[in-house]
């Protein structure tokens, strides 16, 4: 079965540090994808990236970066140079490709507070 | 371009009873896919419709049953509330037809509150 683990629950930083949310997987799967959201204080997921399982290439997204082992089935998100507005619950899926069943499984999520 | 929009935004409702909440999804997408959020918890995903039909279901009761209109609207119908259907329902949509490596577009949700 799948499962996504997201070990810290709330993480504060002050702005400008830099700060990276952890997420392990478990999955029988060898075809599989991997997403982060973003949950504001609004309540609406908002979708940030998406990974398959074939494809290790760490990504850059202007302040954001992932880094994607599967040797440690990690896909861990970094955001630099923290801001207030990044403040919000950031959730780790995974939806398995095999079987023809991909219901996806998040994490519990990460709390990120970023102080002025 | 309206993105996912659903109501009520907030309901409180006593054991027991029925409750319906609605969805639109965003314009051009025809999936629709329900979350259950439990406090301080992850999305846990209910079913999921495309044309008009249930193509996969996690793990709830048959007490959550759903609809999908013509329009792509949905329905999630909850009978006999318990403590514990107390969450914040999201509803996403994606385009075309249902595939693990969707991107999902989701709703501000629907706050139930069961007394």
């Known amino acids: 079965a799948q499962k996504v683990t997201q070990a810290q629950t709330e993480i504060s930083v002050v702005e400008k540090e830099d700060v990276t949310l952890d997420c392990v997987y478990e999955t029988r799967d060898t075809t599989y994808y991997l997403f982060w959201y973003k949950q504001p204080p609004s309540g609406e997921l908002v979708f940030l990236i998406r990974?398959?399982?074939?494809?290790?290439q760490n990504e850059i997204s202007g302040r954001y970066s992932w880094n994607f082992q599967k040797s440690t089935s990690s896909f861990n998100f970094t955001i630099t140079a923290s801001q207030v507005v990044d403040s919000a619950v950031y959730f780790c899926a995974l939806s398995e490709a095999g079987g023809g069943s991909y219901i996806p499984t998040f994490g519990r999520g990460t709390s990120l507070i970023v102080h002025p | 371009d309206a993105g996912v929009t659903q109501s009520p935004t907030h309901l409180i409702k006593t054991r027991g009873q029925q409750v319906t909440l609605r969805c639109s999804p965003k314009s051009g997408h025809d999936t629709v896919s329900w979350y259950q959020q439990a406090l301080g918890q992850g999305p846990q995903f209910i079913f999921q419709?495309?044309?008009?039909?249930?193509?996969q279901r996690g793990n709830f009761p048959d007490r959550f049953s759903g609809h999908q209109f013509p329009n792509y609207s949905s329905e999630l119908n909850v009978n006999a509330l318990l403590l514990g259907d107390s969450a914040l329902y999201l509803c996403?949509?994606?385009?075309?037809?249902?595939?693990?490596?969707?991107?999902?577009?989701f709703g501000p949700g629907t706050r139930l509150t069961v007394l």
């Open positions: 419709y495309y044309e008009e039909e249930e193509r």
């Open positions: 996403a949509s994606s385009q075309g037809l249902p595939q693990p490596y969707n991107e999902q577009f």
């Open positions: 990974r398959n399982s074939f494809d290790e």
